[in-house]
């Protein structure tokens, strides 16, 4: 069941979210009218931190040893793969990501919407489809072998709210009670005590796929923006201000005074790791689309970290766009798809730059598809089996299920899947993270493993 | 009867009574509230009187008045003002925990007036008969929308109302009170409900249509009858395993630990007798031993805003606080799901980082200048300040002792005439930043 009422609310929620990021960003990371460092005995010094390779400008001389004790730290355990989940918010329309431009029945159920062949690249490995137009980043990486699609991915009985559908993709299951992510599952059985960035959420909040019920998990906007600000409190006596945050996250009896000193506690760790970020970022070694955006940004500064080798494991973040396209569907999906996949693009050349592109592979998904028929208002309502991808030097580049067609819809007139999201995950525990899906995935014995990484 | 807390009640005792059962002390009333002893205080709480609404009047950025249906996270802060300046903390502090009990999103409502009004209805019944609360809450037209209520027909019914109702409302899930045939036959019951849609102002004029209601014989918890949705709200209420999970979900919003199963024998028994009566629950709950003398709560975000806003005298005057408590968890009228907040994750590394932002944001507007402020030299003077300022709440010995440490070496730091001179009034600052966001505060 679909209702409109539903998914104005879906993008004005987005839209708010947007302006909290806004708002969240606009305070300022040092007191409006703070003196200038020369002349109040500040010490703006900058620094190469060798084992990170990145240069640093930092205020204050009393902090430099932390820097380096936390680059060390983190720099100090093997080089691990590392997973990127990026969500494209409300629903992206399979059927014009991934368009069967040739086929009769679809310019029928879409007479405005339906792209044409020649507006987009050939699909190379399923001549009825082709690209939209603003994928051709993918289509460029597909055709160096380092996009795996899968066009039709959902589940059995697919449910057609955003808030069910989506919740069962980042639990990984299709049960409404479990209450930790698939990927904070997977790091409660693999991740440390005291390493916060293991799950590194970009975002104001926690992913849901990332919430753990043993190991902590960190999520922070931007790698630059993870500070502790007070009005009012700026040099030696900040430095003092920011140590005094460990004490105050030593151990208390108290079980629940205990946890808020161990979030504390865990935040000042993150603050310390973070640290090289703080202020004046980080530079990338290619150019990342400049867009209003924070997307690009986001990846350029994982990049970075990872570059700088912080601990991560499992990374979540949303992509920029509105999927839910009920109305005005081309320009909003062509903005939406254009930025991710510049970024993205980006984001990989960035990887390979750095030497880091065999660590790192990058899943793309959505909660479902779209109607295979388009509704009145140059929209579409929701479907059922949308499209995935996984990217990296390490992906297998072959398609995974089939496309489904659409002489052949589900009784909602909606696309049916060829590959289940769980076995997709299942994939990625086993064949890239090297974990067991048994101690992860719920029922993970009955799915189907499609070879994702070669 | 339940067991009585014996034991001083002095400051510190009235101090967690007045944040579990409400939003924390304006300044002095901690103390106030202890020349009461246990039950005067507690009686202060459940029989409070007209409400008045004391302390500056809430507005938005642009010192416009608040558009609570109108304006977008107006809605959070029309309730966050009540919360401030309420004289009656209990009734908005119980409003919260239906709120979360009875969890309702604008996700899907998509209406700030029903939402709102659903709000009210929390309020006037809070404290009286659960079963009339949940009989309101089952027409509520906002919760008819939530949960499908009104898309629940004879010819096509939907399971999601009558699932929650005893999953979630009352009775609680696999505990053996009941059957998936239960689910499909309360279903049945709570058929009927409808509603029109204008387009202006969305779903308009719920009621009850008989002829969309399935009027034939059900068998819920193996009673036969004709049932209708009174009867489903009803048969939960006078359920044999309803006391134990209504006293046991209350309970858990007062004290963090579970009752030991005397203390949850004589909660039922107290909820059985006084028919079903939410006041006389909370009472015992309140002047219970296990809530002065067990373990801290974490806050919940709209609680420790509330609670710093009113320790600094300070009104709503700031939309700020709409994506602030969103940052921290809570955004209100959005719980996550069905099941409401998980109260056992308030903190992570960004919802702490949300925490310390609203500590930044609440002490802001008092910010001293280093040009102006005299302040004295001495670690302890500063520190005694701070927790002026704050309202004087109570700390642990490790935190109080922490932050006397951060301005002892603050001040040693002051090797030159103007740092001498400046200082002190920074150390201030970040000594109010630190306690306001410290675990002691963050918890109560």
């Known amino acids: 069941m679909s209702r409109c009422h539903?998914?104005?609310?879906?993008?004005?929620?987005?839209?708010?979210?947007?302006?909290?990021?806004?708002?969240?960003?606009?305070?300022?990371?040092?007191?409006?009218?703070?003196?200038?460092?020369?002349?109040?005995?500040?010490?703006?010094?900058?620094?190469?931190?060798?084992?990170?390779?990145?240069?640093?400008?930092i205020y204050g001389a009393g902090k430099l040893k932390l820097f380096e004790e936390g680059i060390a730290r983190a720099a100090g355990g093997p080089a691990q793969p590392v997973l990127v989940s990026v969500f494209l918010?409300?629903?992206?329309?399979?059927?014009?990501?991934?368009?069967?431009?040739?086929?009769?029945?679809?310019?029928?159920?879409?007479?405005?919407?339906?792209?044409?062949?020649?507006?987009?690249?050939?699909?190379?490995?399923?001549?009825?489809?082709?690209?939209?137009?603003?994928?051709?980043?993918?289509?460029?990486?597909?055709g160096e072998g380092k996009v795996s699609v899968l066009p039709a991915v959902g589940y059995t009985h697919p449910d057609q709210s955003h808030f069910t559908s989506r919740h069962f993709w980042e639990v990984g299951a299709t049960e409404a009670r479990l209450a930790s992510g698939w990927m904070g599952r997977y790091l409660d059985h693999t991740g440390t005590k005291d390493n916060p960035l293991q799950g590194l959420s970009l975002d104001y909040q926690l992913q849901p796929s990332l919430a753990s019920t043993k190991v902590p998990v960190a999520s922070l906007a931007a790698p630059d923006d993870y500070s502790f600000w007070a009005p009012g409190v700026w040099g030696d006596v900040e430095d003092r201000m920011l140590e005094a945050l460990e004490p105050l996250g030593a151990r208390r009896s108290d079980p629940f005074l205990n946890q808020a000193a161990n979030a504390t506690a865990q935040s000042d760790r993150l603050r310390r790791q973070l640290a090289p970020f703080v202020g004046t970022g980080y530079g990338t070694p290619v150019p990342y689309p400049d867009v209003d955006d924070s997307f690009p940004k986001q990846l350029a500064g994982l990049a970075a970290m990872l570059a700088a080798n912080l601990p991560l494991r499992c990374v979540a973040l949303t992509a920029p766009g509105e999927y839910d396209t009920h109305s005005d569907q081309p320009q909003a999906l062509a903005d939406g798809l254009d930025v991710t996949a510049r970024s993205l693009l980006a984001f990989q050349r960035d990887l390979e730059a750095r030497g880091l592109a065999d660590r790192v592979l990058t899943l793309v998904w959505s909660e479902f598809g779209r109607r295979a028929e388009e509704n009145g208002s140059d929209g579409t309502d929701h479907g059922a089996a949308g499209t995935a991808f996984v990217i990296g030097t390490r992906a297998r580049g072959e398609m995974v299920g089939e496309f489904p067609g659409v002489a052949n819809l589900d009784d909602d007139g909606n696309l049916r899947a060829t590959s289940d999201f769980r076995g997709v995950y299942c994939s990625l525990l086993e064949q890239w993270l090297g974990e067991d899906a048994a101690a992860v995935i719920p029922g993970a014995s009955s799915f189907q493993r499609p070879v994702l990484v070669k | 009867m339940p067991p009585v807390y014996r034991g001083k009640f002095g400051k510190p005792q009235a101090e967690r009574l007045l944040w579990r059962a409400g939003f924390g002390p304006r300044p002095g009333q901690a103390e106030k509230l202890a020349k009461l002893g246990l039950h005067g205080a507690v009686h202060s709480l459940t029989?409070?009187?007209?409400?008045?609404?004391?302390?500056?009047?809430?507005?938005?950025?642009?010192?416009?008045?608040?558009?609570?249906?109108?304006?977008?996270?107006?809605?959070?802060?029309?309730?966050?003002?009540?919360?401030v300046r309420t004289s009656r903390p209990l009734g908005e502090r119980m409003t919260l925990v239906w709120h979360d009990w009875f969890a309702t999103s604008r996700d899907g409502v998509d209406s700030a007036r029903l939402m709102i009004r659903q709000n009210q209805l929390f309020r006037t019944h809070g404290l009286g008969s659960f079963g009339t609360l949940l009989t309101e809450v089952t027409k509520d037209p906002a919760m008819l929308i939530w949960l499908s209520g009104t898309d629940n027909t004879k010819d096509s019914p939907n399971e999601n109302y009558g699932r929650e109702l005893m999953e979630l409302f009352t009775i609680g899930a696999d505990r053996g009170g009941y059957t998936e045939r239960d689910v499909r036959e309360q279903a049945r019951a709570l058929t009927g409900w409808r509603n029109d849609w204008n387009d202006n102002v969305g779903p308009v004029n719920f009621r009850y249509d008989p002829r969309r209601h399935d009027d034939g014989v059900k068998t819920i918890f193996g009673k036969h009858g004709r049932f209708t949705w009174r009867d489903s709200a009803r048969l939960c209420v006078q359920h044999r395993l309803h006391p134990s999970f209504f006293v046991t979900k209350?309970?858990?919003?007062?004290?963090?630990?579970?009752?030991?199963?005397?203390?949850?024998?004589?909660?039922?028994?107290?909820?059985?007798?006084?028919?079903?009566?939410?006041?006389?629950?909370?009472?015992?709950?309140?002047?219970?031993?296990?809530?002065?003398?067990?373990?801290?709560?974490?806050?919940?975000?709209?609680?420790?805003?509330?609670?710093?806003?009113?320790?600094?005298?300070?009104?709503?005057?700031t939309e700020d606080w709409t994506w602030l408590l969103s940052l921290a968890g809570q955004q209100l009228f959005y719980p996550p799901n069905v099941a409401g907040w998980d109260d056992t994750r308030w903190l992570d590394t960004s919802t702490f980082r949300a925490r310390w932002m609203i500590a930044s944001r609440a002490i802001e507007p008092h910010v001293l200048k280093t040009d102006k402020a005299r302040l004295p030299d001495d670690a302890s003077k500063l520190l005694s300040r701070a927790e002026t300022f704050l309202g004087s709440p109570v700390l642990t010995g490790h935190t109080h002792g922490e932050l006397k440490r951060f301005a002892r070496r603050a001040l040693g730091d002051a090797n030159a005439k103007w740092k001498k001179e400046q200082y002190p009034a920074l150390i201030e600052n970040a000594l109010r930043q630190l306690l306001a966001s410290s675990p002691d505060l963050q918890t109560c």
């Not at chain 1, 806004?22 to 005995?41: D, F, W």
């Not at chain 1, 339906?114 to 490995?125: I, K, M, R, V, Y």
């Not at chain 2, 028919?275 to 975000?301: C, D, F, N």
């Not at chain 2, 609680?303 to 005057?317: H, P, Q």
């Open chain 2, 250 to 317: 209350l309970w858990s919003y007062f004290v963090p630990t579970p009752p030991s199963s005397a203390t949850k024998r004589e909660l039922q028994h107290l909820y059985t007798h006084s028919g079903h009566s939410v006041r006389p629950v909370v009472e015992a709950i309140l002047k219970h031993p296990a809530l002065y003398e067990g373990p801290r709560m974490v806050k919940p975000p709209a609680v420790y805003v509330a609670g710093l806003l009113r320790a600094l005298r300070r009104g709503i005057d």
């Open chain 1, 6 to 57: 539903h998914c104005d609310e879906f993008s004005r929620a987005s839209l708010v979210r947007r302006t909290a990021a806004e708002a969240g960003r606009g305070l300022p990371a040092i007191e409006p009218g703070m003196p200038l460092p020369a002349g109040t005995g500040l010490d703006r010094r900058a620094f190469v931190a060798r084992s990170a390779g990145l240069v640093l400008s």
């Open chain 1, 89 to 142: 918010p409300g629903g992206t329309d399979a059927l014009s990501v991934l368009y069967p431009g040739l086929d009769g029945a679809y310019r029928k159920l879409r007479p405005k919407l339906a792209l044409n062949p020649g507006d987009g690249t050939q699909f190379s490995e399923d001549p009825r489809l082709f690209w939209h137009p603003s994928l051709q980043p993918f289509a460029t990486l597909h």
């Open chain 2, 47 to 83: 029989h409070p009187g007209r409400e008045r609404l004391r302390g500056p009047k809430p507005h938005d950025d642009h010192g416009h008045p608040l558009a609570p249906y109108d304006a977008w996270g107006h809605d959070q802060l029309w309730w966050l003002d009540r919360m």
